[in-house]
């Protein structure tokens, strides 16, 4: 009985890490492993893998984190084409020379006749269902093993975390995904402490991105950045998640600061332009509290930018308990971290970087309250 036990237990941890046995394929004499992936599916990929592919938004981004993009083949269109507000493309462009797998973009399907010329050890697959998943590895006779990243931009997910660590198991890079998982708690605690106990400053997000680029009227409820803060986000009464407001609706809640999602920055100065009157009946925009932040949910979430947001965020609210931060090379310090370069300068080039809005010419100036 005890021994019983004993080898249960054993098979009870194993399958609780994401590897639940091995084997060796008949065909091909390799060493296989079998994995359970994010949809609970089970999995049988090389114990060896030196061949990837990921697809799916957010895909190639969790390889990139795992220090494995030599390991990659082939990329989607989408990532090819686009360099734009995407840390891990632009501190890997050599990524974008690789062979196409398919259009890329939510949605869309991988190009199945590309994947099997390119021989992949295993495809790693975002936001599909298990039916998707079995009908691509049936079609092409690769492993597709699934990831998820749960809630979208939040810094306690748990979801993501199991995704990394799986990825980390398959391609041996274990270590490197307990690190990238103790960096962004790591961080999420720092930020935490720091501003445990301040009296919140009430806040709003605009510009935020949805299918699509949007002005100051889209907003997020329970936005990550705000929570980690410890900022009161007067949009928070409507419930969790994105949400497009009234515009006469910030006339009510007049919160002292304004954030605004520069992927939006353009539609909100043109629309400014046209309606200077209602900007300037805002407290915010009176008093001089309007600042950028760069956007983060770019084919899915960019956590080391949604990171570096939350720090420049807390730099502007409590200015006294981020003295010693700087905004920029805090980004570049997460940047390099998470993809291997810093770019928060390429970033800031493309959208404007942190700093406040002068919604009269539209200039961003790298200016921040300093503390008393």
């Given at each position: 009985?005890k021994?019983?036990?004993?080898?249960?237990?054993?098979?009870l941890?194993v399958?609780?890490?994401?590897?639940?046995?091995?084997?060796t394929?008949?065909?091909?004499?390799?060493?296989m492993?079998?994995v359970t992936?994010a949809?609970?599916?089970?999995?049988?990929?090389?114990a060896?893998?030196?061949?990837?592919?990921?697809?799916?938004?957010g895909?190639?981004?969790?390889i990139?984190?795992?220090?494995?993009?030599?390991?990659v083949?082939?990329?989607?269109?989408f990532?090819?084409?686009?360099?734009?507000?995407?840390?891990?493309?632009?501190?890997?462009?050599?990524?974008?020379?690789?062979?196409?797998?398919?259009?890329?973009?939510?949605?869309?399907?991988?190009?199945?006749?590309?994947l099997?010329?390119?021989?992949?050890?295993?495809?790693f697959?975002?936001y599909?269902?298990r039916?998707?998943?079995?009908d691509?590895?049936?079609?092409?006779?690769?492993?597709?093993?699934?990831?998820?990243?749960g809630?979208?931009?939040?810094?306690?997910?748990?979801?993501?975390?199991?995704?990394?660590e799986?990825?980390?198991k398959?391609?041996?890079?274990?270590?490197?995904?307990?690190e990238?998982?103790?960096?962004?708690?790591?961080l999420?605690?720092?930020?935490?402490?720091?501003?445990?106990?301040?009296?919140?400053?009430t806040?709003?997000?605009?510009?935020?991105?949805?299918?699509g680029?949007h002005?100051?009227?889209?907003?997020?409820?329970?936005?990550?950045?705000?929570?980690?803060?410890?900022?009161?986000?007067?949009?928070?009464?409507?419930?969790?998640?994105?949400h497009?407001?009234?515009?006469?609706?910030?006339?009510?809640w007049?919160?002292?600061?304004?954030?605004?999602?520069?992927?939006g920055?353009?539609l909100?100065?043109?629309?400014?332009?046209?309606?200077?009157?209602?900007?300037?009946?805002?407290?915010?925009?009176?008093?001089?509290?309007v600042y950028?932040i760069?956007?983060?949910?770019?084919?899915?979430?960019?956590?080391?930018?949604?990171l570096?947001?939350?720090?420049?965020?807390?730099?502007?609210?409590?200015?006294?308990?981020?003295?010693?931060?700087?905004?920029a090379?805090?980004?570049?310090?997460?940047?390099?971290?998470?993809?291997?370069?810093p770019?928060?300068?390429?970033?800031?080039?493309q959208?404007?970087?942190?700093?406040?809005?002068?919604?009269?010419?539209?200039?961003?100036?790298?200016?921040?309250?300093?503390?008393?």
């Amino acid at each position: 009985m005890k021994r019983f036990l004993a080898l249960f237990l054993i098979l009870l941890v194993v399958s609780m890490s994401g590897c639940i046995g091995s084997s060796t394929n008949t065909e091909t004499g390799k060493a296989m492993i079998t994995v359970t992936d994010a949809l609970g599916r089970t999995v049988e990929v090389p114990a060896k893998v030196t061949r990837i592919v990921a697809v799916g938004p957010g895909a190639l981004r969790l390889i990139v984190y795992l220090n494995a993009s030599d390991m990659v083949v082939g990329v989607e269109d989408f990532e090819k084409r686009y360099n734009f507000g995407r840390p891990y493309i632009i501190a890997h462009p050599e990524l974008k020379e690789l062979p196409s797998i398919g259009p890329g973009g939510p949605g869309k399907l991988p190009d199945f006749e590309a994947l099997i010329q390119l021989k992949p050890d295993v495809i790693f697959i975002t936001y599909v269902d298990r039916k998707t998943a079995d009908d691509i590895q049936a079609k092409t006779g690769i492993p597709v093993v699934v990831l998820s990243y749960g809630r979208l931009a939040t810094f306690e997910d748990e979801e993501l975390f199991k995704s990394l660590e799986l990825a980390g198991k398959i391609l041996g890079k274990e270590k490197r995904a307990e690190e990238v998982i103790n960096f962004i708690k790591s961080l999420q605690k720092d930020l935490m402490e720091r501003t445990s106990g301040v009296e919140p400053k009430t806040v709003y997000v605009g510009g935020i991105g949805y299918k699509g680029a949007h002005g100051i009227e889209s907003t997020e409820a329970e936005y990550p950045p705000f929570v980690v803060t410890h900022a009161k986000n007067v949009a928070d009464e409507l419930g969790e998640g994105h949400h497009l407001i009234d515009k006469e609706k910030l006339l009510e809640w007049q919160p002292e600061y304004i954030f605004i999602d520069e992927g939006g920055l353009k539609l909100i100065l043109d629309d400014y332009k046209k309606d200077p009157d209602f900007y300037n009946s805002l407290r915010a925009v009176k008093e001089g509290n309007v600042y950028g932040i760069l956007p983060y949910n770019f084919y899915t979430t960019n956590i080391g930018t949604a990171l570096a947001d939350a720090y420049f965020i807390g730099k502007v609210l409590y200015p006294d308990r981020f003295e010693d931060i700087d905004p920029a090379k805090k980004a570049d310090e997460i940047y390099t971290f998470l993809v291997g370069k810093p770019v928060y300068s390429v970033m800031a080039e493309q959208f404007g970087g942190f700093g406040k809005i002068d919604l009269t010419n539209g200039t961003v100036e790298y200016s921040l309250p300093v503390s008393p």
